[in-house]
């Protein structure tokens, strides 16, 4: 605990009017007895309800700052825009639906003044997540676990502390379609993880519906894998190493050796091996061009080749 250390708070907004006035107070009361000094920034992410108006009532706190989104650019934008414009030693995301438990903030401090760079909230159970959700959630880590880079720790939420080291190498950062919690996994850096279960929302409907998790599992897969791109690549090996070997048993079977079964190939069955054989000619090709696309993506994100935790005199402590 440190007087003189300045704390971000992130809170994204949309369409959370009904919530903003008590959640304010309550974190508001819970950073008061924290013994840091604080800010708080609402992000209000183009809401279609009166959220504006609700901020503009406490905007009078010196401490409040509020960024008013033109229209709605989504969540992740939101985040990045509050780490961008953020000013303390450390930030911390948190919902303003009540579902990410303010009691916890002290917690999160307390690891981070013991050294921990990252402290990640990872969700056990969510009272108002739907089976859909549920077994989606499920897919979408088993999917990303197996074909990203830098694996993410299921059912980790946003609701996260940063050291302002990790926020100014996240800054860095430029690709549009973003999944900020894989980004900040991809950093590295200590990090640290605090079990939560997550509470029933307050008032309001949650922003993200099936669609849109749909859409921003798809954008996590393209950004965060190269896999889907080498796919065709794959298959096509697949196809040639299948069909290959028949074919030439079907070719050397019915016209040079005789073989029985390779002789009751007939002409349509030997066209359809080998039309499914030039698909796989095809699909290897398309492979070996989407390793070249693969290369390009890599440049035109711009992202660093390695990330320092600071400079140092020496190399070596």
């Not at 971000?8 to 959370?16: A, D, M, R, T």
């Not at 009017?17 to 800010?39: D, H, M, W």
């Not at 909230?121 to 830098?150: A, D, H």
């Amino acid at each position: 605990m440190n007087a003189n250390k300045t704390i971000s708070l992130i809170v994204p907004v949309f369409n959370e009017a009904k919530n903003i006035p008590s959640f304010y107070v309550a974190l508001k009361e819970i950073l008061e007895t924290s013994g840091y000094r604080y800010e708080i920034l609402f992000i209000n992410d183009g809401s279609e309800d009166s959220s504006a108006e609700e901020l503009v009532k406490i905007s009078g706190d010196e401490r409040v700052k509020i960024l008013d989104f033109s229209r709605n650019f989504g969540k992740e934008i939101a985040l990045t825009a509050g780490l961008n414009h953020c000013s303390g030693e450390a930030a911390i995301m948190i919902d303003a639906d009540f579902q990410h438990p303010l009691e916890l903030i002290p917690d999160f401090l307390a690891k981070w003044e013991r050294g921990a760079e990252v402290v990640v909230g990872v969700r056990q159970t969510n009272k108002n997540c739907g089976l859909i959700k549920r077994y989606g959630s499920f897919l979408f880590y088993k999917i990303i676990n197996r074909i990203s880079e830098q694996p993410l720790a299921p059912n980790s939420t946003d609701f996260r502390l940063l050291d302002r080291v990790v926020i100014d190498e996240f800054n860095k950062f430029t690709e549009r379609n973003r999944l900020t919690r894989a980004l900040i996994a991809w950093l590295g850096f200590r990090r640290e993880y605090i079990y939560f279960e997550a509470k029933e929302r307050r008032d309001g409907l949650a922003a993200y519906n099936v669609r849109k998790l749909i859409s921003l599992a798809m954008n996590s897969f393209i950004s965060l894998s190269l896999f889907p791109l080498k796919m065709a690549g794959y298959l096509g090996i697949v196809i040639v190493l299948l069909v290959g070997p028949f074919g030439l048993y079907v070719l050397i079977g019915k016209y040079l050796a005789g073989w029985y079964y390779a002789s009751s190939f007939s002409g349509p069955a030997q066209l359809a091996l080998l039309l499914t054989f030039l698909v796989g000619i095809v699909l290897c090709s398309l492979g070996l061009v989407a390793l070249y696309i693969a290369h390009i993506h890599k440049e035109v994100l711009g992202r660093p080749l390695y990330v320092l935790r600071g400079k140092r005199n020496k190399i070596y402590e």
